[in-house]
């Protein structure tokens, strides 16, 4: 699949800010005054930020308010809905928190349970596709909640916590990783589904229907970068779970905090790269590439 | 809402005989002229004349080699285009209800007015049968000529798919698939027609026929081919002179 910047920065950078509200929203004892405001901006920032770079790659973003309509069937729109709730409900609670320094417990638990839906909502747009078999799995959702709240952890100054969940966020991509390389094989089609003429013998892409490229073969079957995919797997682990890890178990620093997120942003970009340069999308089998 | 129907009344769609295809790509041209020219928006190319020329096809032949164990490989040319699925993913994930089905005629389609163009129903269908056009913004597919097909202003030999009418072939056929005495359903069911990725589970109405066994080359016997056999293995007289003189040169395959 095409890994287009905007969504990569959209899923990155909303899962951190979603990660962060959460932790805020549990928090007994939340930051009020001018700390909590600083808090709540750099949540609001992310999660908002990241949202609206989404519409960036829409082809009509002068109509995405069409998007709340089909909640019913549409896991795109439920993203939509979940969204909008968990960052009004966020805003409310921010607000008694920091200008009044009161925290009403519920409305935190709630607006957390609504930033952890929307990061399963927004794992669902991807884990529905049984077209992208890597994706269409019960681990797409884990990977994005544990990376959402582990990064918030962290973001959040949570050490002990974010090291356990880092740990875990690193263990659930590792096995995604590993199994994921076999779920295309898995799924059962191929070139002989595809075309229906396995049975005749072994099929073979022989002309493509067009002299150039097409906008399935741009979105769907992107193989640019797969070859470096095991290098930037390293990377990816090194920067999103050991580093951060390592930085967290120094005595405790701001600097040392700070290069320990911007190792974590960092790494996050790179494995959700990989999350989608490397899905590969059954139609690809027409055209004989993976 | 972009909800599936229970049940459509007919499932019109298209019947492609892979047996018959020759693969001139004429029903593609008609196909991107008809719906360039009429309903929706234009199928937009992008830089046509230049080095890197794209655009937008709701119908594209591809062509494959099979292999098959024993025997020549043999060449297939393989239309591919919207199949109409029952169970059509496109249609749920869209989150605009752009994305519909329709009830009475099984036939999918798009509202252009209300679509936003994230792509997500392309990605969701495993045929690559939607394509975003880069010009408008909008996914564009097989509308099956529902502009066509119920058009009174067209004489009644036109009412049928561009492609269909077009094909020189005879290797489209159209109809209602969902009426078993229909002539596409008879012909599904004489010829052995199938479905493409049925693991996929989208149930396409669209159906392909499978190619008919081809002459193979072991095991005929012609009654003159006895006749053609060599009646010299070595050459004689002046042929066979030139061979031996030519071969005794320096550089010749004899010693």
């Known amino acids: 699949m095409h890994p287009a910047p905007s969504i990569i920065a959209f899923t990155t950078l909303s899962g951190l800010g979603l990660g962060l509200l959460f932790w805020l929203g549990i928090d007994p004892t939340p930051p009020t005054g001018w700390v909590g405001a600083v808090f709540f901006a750099i949540g609001f920032a992310l999660a908002g930020g990241g949202l609206m770079l989404s519409t960036f790659h829409l082809g009509r973003p002068e109509r995405a308010i069409r998007a709340f309509s089909q909640w019913r069937t549409s896991w795109l729109s439920r993203e939509a809905w979940t969204a909008l709730a968990a960052l009004s409900v966020m805003v409310l609670h921010a607000a008694l928190v920091v200008l009044f320094g009161f925290s009403l417990s519920l409305l935190g638990w709630l607006g957390a349970a609504l930033c952890l839906a929307t990061v399963f909502t927004t794992s669902m747009i991807y884990a529905q596709l049984r077209t992208v078999p890597r994706w269409h799995h019960w681990s797409t959702p884990l990977l994005f909640l544990t990376l959402s709240l582990a990064g918030g952890a962290l973001l959040s100054g949570r050490v002990s916590v974010a090291m356990v969940l880092l740990a875990i966020t690193g263990a659930v991509q590792l096995w995604s990783w590993r199994d994921g390389d076999e779920r295309l094989a898995r799924s059962g089609s ?3 589904s595809a075309t229906g003429l396995g049975g005749i013998g072994t099929v073979r892409a022989f002309e493509p229907p067009h002299t150039g490229t097409n906008y399935l073969m741009r979105e769907m079957v992107h193989v640019v970068g797969r ?10 682990m090194g ?27 960092a790494g996050v970009i790179v494995a959700r790269w990989l999350f989608f340069a490397e899905a590969e999308h059954v139609v690809g089998f027409y055209y004989g590439k993976r | 809402m972009t909800s599936l129907p229970a049940s459509t009344e007919r499932k019109l769609g298209l019947v492609i005989d892979l047996d018959t295809c020759v693969g001139c790509h004429a029903c593609v ?45 043999q060449l297939f040319h393989f239309p591919k285009s919207c199949l109409h699925c029952e169970d059509a993913p496109c249609v749920t994930v869209c989150p605009t209800g752009a994305s ?17 163009g994230c792509g997500l129903c392309a990605w969701a269908c495993p045929y690559g049968a939607r394509e975003l056009d880069a010009a408008e913004g909008v996914m564009k597919k097989c509308t099956l000529c529902v502009d066509r097909i119920y058009n009174d202003n067209l004489p009644e030999e036109d009412r049928l798919p561009a492609c269909v009418r077009t094909c020189p072939a005879g290797a489209r056929h159209f109809g209602d698939l969902g009426d078993p005495d229909s ?73």
């Open chain 2, 183 to 255: 002539d596409v359903s008879r012909l599904v069911v004489e010829r052995g027609g199938f479905d493409l990725m049925p693991e996929q589970g989208t149930k396409p109405v669209n159906k392909y026929l499978p190619p008919r066994p081809k002459d193979g080359w072991e095991g005929q016997v012609d009654v003159l081919a006895p006749f053609l056999a060599p009646v010299a293995e070595e050459p004689k007289g002046f042929l066979g002179w030139l061979d031996r003189a030519l071969g005794a040169l320096p550089g010749g395959d004899r010693p």
């Open chain 2, 100 to 116: 519909y089905k329709r009830a009475e005629d099984g036939i999918v389609l798009v509202n252009e007015s209300a679509c936003i």
């Open chain 1, 239 to 265: 920067l999103m779970v050991v580093l951060p890890v390592v930085l967290l178990a120094l005595p405790f620093g701001h600097a040392w905090a700070g290069l320990a997120v911007l190792s974590h942003v």
């Open chain 1, 190 to 192: 191929d070139m002989a």
């Open chain 2, 29 to 73: 041209v008609s196909c991107k002229g008809w719906n360039t020219e009429n309903y929706g928006a234009p199928l937009s190319d992008q830089d046509p004349y230049g080095a890197d020329p794209t655009g937008t096809f709701l119908n594209r032949v591809h062509s494959y080699e099979v292999q098959p164990e024993t025997g020549p490989a």
């Open chain 1, 227 to 236: 070859k470096h995919a095991q290098k930037l797997r390293v990377i990816a």
